[in-house]
């Protein structure tokens, strides 16, 4: 399947449709962190590595197989998610994106100084095990996962959260219930997103996974808009493709690349597809198509 795909795909442009594929998967669940349940972390790169140096371990020391390793990996992720989550979730706003922070640099710090993660000089040697199909398989499992689950009594419970705790809590929802689960449930997607990158880089070094690196993807999710699917798809894309069709204005892209980000927040405050509600938008096109048919 991959000499077939590098036959008929350049292999530079099959990494860069799976960088957009893996950031997605990643971006997907800080979007139902954040965008869905409206908890503001800064520290979803951390799970991100937790994911990826646990598969790769697993991968690479104990040979495993690579769908194995890439579940556990995120189970992984997703456990460190839900025992953050316990204390820290009982903040809110500034507190909590503070918090998410600070377990961020934790992780990078104990990445940095454990011998089986490499230390400082990083971890190589790892399989290579991502590919296009099986990044885009998860990317519409991802997808279709996330669409289930905002289309669902949980989804509904952290939009209500989201809106007003307090309500929320007087109408019977657990909120500190829903906001762990939710925390899970990103940190596990999280996790997945590291799995592929790990295995589709063969290298990881810790400083790979510091606060820059959740605030790019924060902003994948605040460029789309804020718990919009379609919007998380599209931010990332535009946002992951962008300097590489800057590559021809080498010395000015990353300036370009800010000013198209100062832009879009002038222009588009809410994000590329925030308050677009697609399903109503076919429901009123469809309801047009039947009165004009008759």
């Known amino acids: 399947m991959s000499q077939w795909l590098a036959s008929v795909i350049d292999p530079y442009y099959q990494q860069v449709l799976m960088l957009v594929g893996i950031y997605i998967i990643a971006a997907l669940g800080l979007n139902l962190i954040t965008g869905l ?23 690479r020391n104990f040979h495993m197989p690579f769908l194995a390793s890439l579940i ?8 460190f998610g839900i025992l953050l989550g316990i204390p820290v979730l ?13 377990f961020g640099e934790i992780v990078r710090v104990a990445f940095t100084n454990m011998k089986i993660t490499g230390g400082a000089i990083g ?3 790892i399989p290579r095990a991502s590919n296009l199909v099986n990044v885009t398989i998860f990317v519409i ?39 762990i689960q939710a925390f899970g449930i990103g940190c596990f997607l999280a996790g997945i ?7 589709m880089l063969q290298y990881l070094n810790p400083n790979d996974f510091g606060f820059l690196k959740s605030f790019e993807i924060l902003n994948f999710v605040v460029l789309g808009g804020l718990g919009s699917i379609p919007g998380t798809i599209v931010g990332t894309t535009v946002l992951t493709l962008a ?52």
């Open 37 to 59: 349940c409206g908890q503001l972390t800064f520290g979803h790169a951390a799970f991100l590595s937790i994911g990826a140096y646990t598969a790769a371990i697993l991968t």
């Open 72 to 79: 556990l990996g995120g189970l992984m992720a997703a456990l």
């Open 90 to 102: 009982k903040l809110t706003g500034d507190y909590l994106g503070i918090a998410t922070l600070g």
């Open 123 to 125: 971890l190589a040697a």
């Open 141 to 179: 499992l991802a997808v279709a996962a996330a669409v289930l689950l905002e289309n669902s009594r949980f989804g509904r419970a952290l939009k209500a959260i989201r809106e007003d705790e307090i309500a929320a809590g007087a109408m019977g929802i657990n909120a500190m219930w829903y906001k």
């Open 193 to 199: 997103s590291g799995g592929f990158y790990a295995h």
């Open 243 to 294: 300097p590489e069709f800057l590559r021809f204005v080498q010395e000015y892209r990353m300036m370009i690349y800010g000013l198209l980000l100062v832009l879009m927040m002038i222009f588009r405050p809410n994000g590329l597809l925030g308050g677009v509600n697609f399903r109503r938008l076919l429901r009123r096109r469809k309801q047009k198509a039947t009165a004009l048919s008759s």
